[in-house]
């Protein structure tokens, strides 16, 4: 059976001091897409019970499978016994996909660790995968030749135009969009602000918003189908 390692956040405050982490429905949709077909991980930079953005609780408290996976025993379990990431073998798995909510820009963009761990699952020929603000993550990961894994890609994320609606640009240190553009990443989004998108760009594969959680579930799991 595919491994998949979910990363998450462990930043739990803004720039501003606001309350922040990982995104509910980011984590909930995909996890219930590939749970049947994969052996599945959890992992952050400081390891067990990872923040949850108080928010996103508040905002998917009527979505059944949110609620779900905040209850599951076994999603309990994955938590309390999460891995640091300086703990993680890119070995045991077969693709790493990060969660979003805000707190991946601020940790997981700007951690050496992290960005060593991705470098070593992409040049280990895995899948690279995120969602929301989750690419945020894979801002500092190069490949062997040192050059960012964003470079000539496509990919999606939060749009700015999504971060300005929902007036949480101060909240944090750069601007998703602009700044894997700056990378060399070509930016792709959904028709209209909150709309679903998936980016595929062989090994890379990333999600735009919430919306966008359960099809990067699907997409993932026939990438990591294909490979098994």
């Known amino acids: 059976m595919p491994s998949v390692l979910f990363v998450f956040t462990s930043a739990d405050r803004t720039l501003t001091g606001n309350q922040t982490g990982w995104y509910l429905p980011e984590a909930a949709h995909p996890y219930w897409v590939l749970s049947p077909h994969a052996n599945i991980d959890f ?26 996976f905040l209850n599951d025993e076994t999603v309990k379990a994955k938590f309390s016994s999460a891995k640091k ?23 997981l963009a700007s951690d050496p660790v992290n960005a060593q761990l991705i470098g070593k699952f992409w040049d280990a020929g895995k899948i690279v995968s995120a969602v929301c603000h989750g690419p945020a993550a894979l801002v500092g990961a190069v490949d062997a030749s040192g050059k960012s894994i964003f470079a000539g890609r496509k990919f999606t ?27 060399g990443g070509k930016y792709e989004k959904a028709d209209q602000l909150w709309g679903a998108k998936v980016v595929v760009d062989g090994r890379l594969i990333t999600g735009q918003n919430p919306a ?5 579930g699907h997409a993932l799991l026939k990438a990591i189908t294909a490979i098994n």
């Open 212 to 216: 966008s959680a359960e099809p990067i």
């Open 43 to 68: 992992a952050s930079p400081k390891g067990p019970n990872p923040p949850i953005d108080e928010g996103s609780v508040k905002a998917f408290a009527k979505d059944e499978g949110s609620i779900k």
């Open 85 to 107: 990431l300086s703990e993680v073998d890119p070995k045991g798995y077969d693709a790493i996909f990060y969660v979003g909510g805000h707190g991946p820009v601020l940790d």
């Open 157 to 183: 994320g939060f749009s700015d135009a999504e971060e300005v609606s929902v007036d949480k640009v101060k909240e944090i240190p750069f601007l998703l969009e602009d700044k894997i553009g700056e990378l």
